[in-house]
């Protein structure tokens, strides 16, 4: 197990510095000029020799090979610079909003999680009947209708017309809850149907027919053979939703003012805050490269066959 982790940690160096070139790439292929977005930031009348020392100032005027490097030696430091509007060291403000981030994010994972076992399983076992139409129903309306418009709507149901809830911000649990479920909209449907057909593909394998002609309990049969063998899928998809849940939160804190670091990275786009962007995309990614080395994990500890390379398997 110990050689498979390290296996997997030793491609990480590899994933973040590909993906710290395609960020500096994309960024320096946009248009618009970012020293300009500075002055106008900084209040300073954009003359051309205004323009001339912030891009001597931001780096801007040395080839992109240079900048490229220096932003990836102190990258390597931690040190991703300074935000063109605060002027306050980057990590810094990304390490004070992605709390926030994190708490919305796991909220909506445990929501999904919490919901599309019990619903998946449930839909599996009666399905056919109308306990699995209304499961089926609820999951297509959840791929099909967008977070943002169901962030709006509950704000419209939950907070102008019933005044349960408060609309905007970040406070206790009941800020959290209308975001939380917004963003785990998507989420749970997939997971749903994905634990739905999971389940009804394991139900019809032989070792599920020995073990109840064996007088093996139901329930045992359901959680211990059943969804157990059906978990592979299941844990794929986890990881999947952590990345998607993540990205998301871009959107969904935009709706709720929540004081995330999605929200952050957006008003940076605007302001084309290189430093930021650059700063928040690879740490998002560090995140989902680790999330996903977690699902690795599990796959390991769930199916053997996994850490061996799909050689000497159980049968």
Not at 249 to 275: C, K, L, M, Q, T
Request: proline share 5%; glycine share 8%.
């Amino acid at each position: 197990m110990l050689s498979y982790i390290l296996r997997r940690l030793a491609v990480l160096p590899v994933i973040l510095l590909a993906v710290s070139l395609v960020i500096f790439a994309i960024l320096r292929l946009a248009p618009g000029d970012p020293a300009l977005s500075y002055l106008r930031l900084s209040q300073i009348p954009p003359t051309t020799e205004n323009l001339a020392i912030a891009r001597e100032t931001l780096g801007l005027d040395k080839p992109l090979s240079d900048q490229y490097a220096t932003w990836l030696t102190r990258a390597a430091r931690l040190d991703f610079g300074r935000s063109y509007v605060t002027g306050r060291p980057v990590m810094d403000e990304i390490l004070y909003y992605l709390p926030a981030t994190l708490e919305l994010a796991g909220a909506s994972l445990l929501i999904t999680l919490g919901l599309s076992v019990p619903m998946g399983v449930a839909a599996a076992l009666k399905r056919d009947t109308a306990l699995d139409h209304l499961t089926r129903a609820v999951a297509f309306a959840g791929v099909s209708i967008p977070n943002f418009w169901f962030g709006f709507l509950l704000v419209w149901l939950f907070s102008v017309e019933l005044g349960w809830l408060p609309p905007l911000g970040r406070g206790g649990l009941s800020h959290l809850v209308m975001p939380a479920v917004s963003l785990a909209l998507m989420s749970l449907a997939v997971n749903t149907r994905l634990i739905r057909a999971s389940m009804l593909e394991t139900m019809h394998h032989r070792f599920i027919l020995y073990a109840r002609a064996r007088g093996v309990g139901e329930g045992t049969v359901v959680w211990r053979h059943m969804f157990v063998n059906a978990l592979i899928p299941i844990l794929t998809a986890t990881g999947m939703h952590v990345g998607e849940l993540l990205g998301g939160a871009v959107v969904v804190e935009s709706v709720f003012s929540w004081p995330g670091v999605g929200r952050y990275a957006v008003s940076s786009i605007y302001n084309r805050d290189f430093p930021v962007l650059q700063c928040f995309m690879l740490v998002m990614t560090v995140i989902f490269v680790v999330c996903n080395l977690a699902v690795d994990i599990a796959y390991a500890v769930a199916d053997p066959r996994m850490r061996l390379g799909g050689q000497g398997g159980r049968a």
